[in-house]
C-alpha cells in the first residue's frame, strides 16, 4: 500500500516541519500546538510526550484521547486533493492536521481555524 511509508513515519520528524513552516511565515509556533491539540484532544504534556517517544503517525491517532467532533468541518485541498474526500480514515486524519497548519502558515485567525 502506497500510504504504508507515511503511516511509519514518526510524528517527531514531522512536528519541527509544522513549526519552521510556520516560523518561516511569521506565525505564532504556539498556535500549532494549540491546532493539534484542538484536533486530537492531546494537551501540551501529551503531545510533547509523543515527540518525545517517537510515536509513528499510525500510533499518534490511535492514542489520540478523541478527535474534535468538528473535524468533518474542516474542508478544502491540500496537496491537491480535498480531504473531505479521502477514503482511508488515518490518512484523513493526517491531512486534516496538514490543512490545519496550512491555514495556521498562511495567517488565517485562530478562531476560524477551529471551527468556531
Not at 1 to 17: D, G, L, V
Not at 56 to 84: D, H, K, W, Y
Amino acid at each position: 500500500m502506497a500510504n504504508t511509508r507515511i503511516f511509519q513515519m514518526t510524528f517527531s520528524s514531522i512536528y519541527p516541519m509544522y513549526m519552521q513552516k510556520v516560523e518561516r511565515k511569521g506565525q505564532p509556533k504556539e498556535n500549532v500546538d494549540t491546532v493539534i491539540c484542538w484536533l486530537t484532544g492531546y494537551d501540551k504534556a501529551g503531545l510533547d510526550r509523543q515527540i518525545t517517544e517517537e510515536t509513528t503517525l499510525t500510533e499518534f491517532f490511535e492514542q489520540a484521547p478523541q478527535m474534535n467532533p468538528n473535524v468533518s468541518l474542516i474542508t478544502g485541498a491540500i496537496c491537491g486533493v480535498r480531504v473531505e474526500n479521502i477514503d482511508d480514515p488515518l490518512m484523513q486524519k493526517i491531512r486534516y492536521m496538514d490543512k490545519l497548519v496550512d491555514e495556521v502558515a498562511k495567517g488565517k485567525a485562530m478562531e476560524k481555524i477551529l471551527r468556531k
